[in-house]
């Protein structure tokens, strides 16, 4: 039943890769890591590759500023996820004829403070001229002296964590695309580089909410092999500022876990005979990492919602953006619609 | 004069790049070498990034076993001009929504045909909706025990040579978007990994074709204050086909050389001093550089072209796509138009 390819995602994906060889000196399996790690003498080579397209194409990034932010942000959050330290960025940038100087301008400064931010700098790129605004960043991070992380090693009873409260990427979403608001939240997410380089021999495994908790929660729970339940006071790991924009739309603020703009906070498990010293070494490291909820045997992703603890339908949620063709408003309606379901089993 | 910022391509990336941070672990300056090269433990790492987007919308490549092909090929071209080994490639493909299954298919082919041609590998990738069909690689390799080669190095007195003749880029260009020939004639170019890890003692500097044969001596004059001066020989140096196809549509020969469309061949200068030993060498590994002609003090480029040495205008031919609004056919007009100015002088 859980099988990876019931998200139309990793199909996708495995129907592209499958005639690829694989490396030999790759350590990690397709969909196994945030990062591709590779063994080269005597360290790992982290390194990825995300674009920001349809972000732009939909309108949910139109400032110029932030697209820059993010092209480095997304790469760098998958660095972190596997606990590497940043070497640098390559950023390829598709550029239609009309962009106005001033917005070329905006997106280079975006660039330039996230890689200051990160401490990281762009080693090369390349341009070109198309239809639509496209950027494309890899980056490459080394992992030395330390085990990487993988998303592998969930074991039932660790403790489930994210490294900040969650929501504010479907949240912006929501005031961008949806709400009727008359400017939207602000929205700047920070690249984990700092908190995964301090905690990483805690983190049996990890992941960043790049695309949401629920599609990262899905993904673990196939790859391990084990399930995830919520804290029954989940309502407490939600943004304040995200929480806000729902109920000023009338929205569920749990859907804030469904949609697929993350956040771009790292969700990892610390096994339970390590959770002290764990917490300990957040405090002394100035973090605090939330704790989300605990592994379970069973394999469901289990939200305690309604009155009611449910296994939430998360093939469902993952796949109904590509079944909504990508249309905002047609997806939060069929989302909707579960909600109403969940809501008609409780009564 | 002959500043980089001269060539509108150049000055678009200074102005690009201008507000970025260098990595102080960065050995190359902007413009000094095809892959970037990293200082990294107890060797270097070459990282390139190469997208494949204008050669798409303008008709130039509509085969996606082709597209596939190249974009393994372009990215692999520039770490064999640093003179680095293969660790893999990084792949993001932007895919229309409306795009074919069997080209999905041919596409996925040449990309893997291509890997297995250069005994690489695809590490990983991302994939993305978008109006149009983009392809954007990102390469890793390594270079150990052994100097990275850069665009930097060529002394006057050097020889200069490419891997095979050149020409069969622009003249595909020439069979596919301007004569009217029933079909385009065949076009795989082969990045040269291998000739550049046998041959890569000997040259002093290197560069690979991709913008054709005159933007990568342009660009190695400036780079380098020297010049270069074409054997009187040169339609030896150019590839039997593509000069049946300019004499067939009746375009001048050396026009092969101006065109931005490469072969992907690699130009290099080797020492007088070492010229029989790299013969020597070359000839072991059966490989048959061809000799182009030489490095010369004065900052030009030299081509005994209608009866006479020319010192052509290179800053003009490698603007003039930008001044032609990439119309090809517009381009090659205003390229005639200087062809000809070359005849009127002589007459």
Same mark, same amino acid.
């Given at each position: 039943?859980?099988? $990876?390819?019931s998200?139309?995602?990793n199909?996708n994906? !495995? /129907?592209l890769?499958s005639?690829?060889?694989?490396s030999? %000196?790759?350590?990690?399996?397709?969909?196994e890591s945030d990062?591709?790690i590779?063994?080269?003498?005597d360290?790992?080579?982290?390194?990825t590759t995300d674009?920001?397209?349809?972000?732009?194409?939909?309108?949910l990034?139109?400032?110029?500023y932030l697209i820059?932010?993010?092209i480095?942000t997304?790469?760098?959050?998958d660095?972190a996820a596997?606990?590497a330290s940043t070497v640098g960025?390559?950023?390829?940038?598709?550029?239609?004829p009309n962009y106005e100087?001033?917005k070329?301008?905006?997106?280079q400064?975006?660039?330039s403070?996230?890689c200051?931010?990160y401490?990281?700098f762009v080693l090369?790129g390349?341009?070109?001229?198309?239809k639509?605004?496209? $950027?494309?960043g890899?980056a490459i991070?080394i992992i030395? !002296? /330390?085990k990487p992380?993988?998303?592998?090693?969930?074991k %039932?009873?660790?403790?489930?964590?994210s490294?900040a409260k969650l929501g504010?990427?479907?949240?912006?979403?929501v005031?961008?695309l949806?709400?009727?608001r008359s400017?939207?939240?602000s929205y700047?997410?920070i690249a984990r580089l700092?908190?995964?380089?301090s905690l990483?021999?805690?983190?049996?495994?990890?992941m960043d909410?790049?695309d949401?908790?629920?599609?990262t929660?899905?993904?673990?729970?196939?790859?391990n092999n084990?399930?995830?339940?919520?804290?029954?006071?989940?309502?407490?790991?939600?943004d304040?500022?995200a929480?806000e924009v729902?109920?000023?739309?009338?929205l569920?603020s749990?859907?804030l876990?469904?949609?697929?703009?993350?956040?771009?906070? $790292?969700?990892f498990?610390?096994?339970?005979?390590q959770n002290?010293?764990f917490?300990a070494e957040?405090?002394?490291?100035g973090?605090?990492?939330?704790?989300l909820?605990?592994v379970?045997p069973?394999?469901?992703?289990?939200i305690?919602?309604y009155?009611?603890?449910h296994?939430?339908?998360?093939?469902?949620i993952?796949n109904?953006?590509?079944k909504a063709?990508g249309d905002?408003?047609?997806?939060?309606k069929?989302l909707?619609?579960?909600?109403?379901q969940?809501?008609?089993n409780?009564?």
């Amino acid at each position: 039943m859980y099988k $990876l390819n019931s998200i139309i995602e990793n199909e996708n994906i !495995n /129907k592209l890769i499958s005639s690829f060889r694989r490396s030999p %000196v790759q350590i990690n399996k397709p969909h196994e890591s945030d990062a591709e790690i590779i063994r080269l003498s005597d360290f790992r080579l982290a390194i990825t590759t995300d674009n920001i397209s349809e972000e732009i194409s939909t309108g949910l990034y139109d400032d110029p500023y932030l697209i820059g932010w993010m092209i480095v942000t997304v790469n760098m959050s998958d660095l972190a996820a596997v606990g590497a330290s940043t070497v640098g960025i390559l950023i390829t940038e598709i550029i239609p004829p009309n962009y106005e100087e001033y917005k070329l301008k905006e997106l280079q400064r975006g660039i330039s403070e996230a890689c200051i931010a990160y401490n990281t700098f762009v080693l090369g790129g390349d341009t070109n001229g198309g239809k639509e605004l496209i $950027l494309s960043g890899s980056a490459i991070g080394i992992i030395k !002296n /330390k085990k990487p992380i993988t998303r592998l090693g969930a074991k %039932v009873g660790d403790i489930l964590y994210s490294t900040a409260k969650l929501g504010i990427g479907n949240a912006y979403a929501v005031s961008k695309l949806i709400s009727r608001r008359s400017s939207a939240i602000s929205y700047k997410p920070i690249a984990r580089l700092r908190e995964s380089g301090s905690l990483n021999k805690y983190t049996a495994c990890c992941m960043d909410t790049s695309d949401g908790l629920i599609s990262t929660l899905d993904q673990l729970m196939r790859v391990n092999n084990v399930g995830f339940e919520l804290c029954k006071d989940w309502e407490n790991i939600i943004d304040d500022v995200a929480l806000e924009v729902m109920n000023s739309v009338g929205l569920p603020s749990w859907l804030l876990f469904c949609g697929q703009h993350g956040e771009f906070e $790292l969700v990892f498990t610390v096994p339970q005979n390590q959770n002290k010293q764990f917490l300990a070494e957040a405090l002394l490291n100035g973090i605090e990492p939330i704790k989300l909820g605990k592994v379970i045997p069973d394999k469901e992703i289990k939200i305690n919602i309604y009155g009611e603890l449910h296994s939430i339908d998360t093939t469902l949620i993952r796949n109904l953006l590509f079944k909504a063709n990508g249309d905002v408003n047609h997806y939060l309606k069929l989302l909707l619609e579960y909600d109403s379901q969940l809501k008609l089993n409780h009564a």
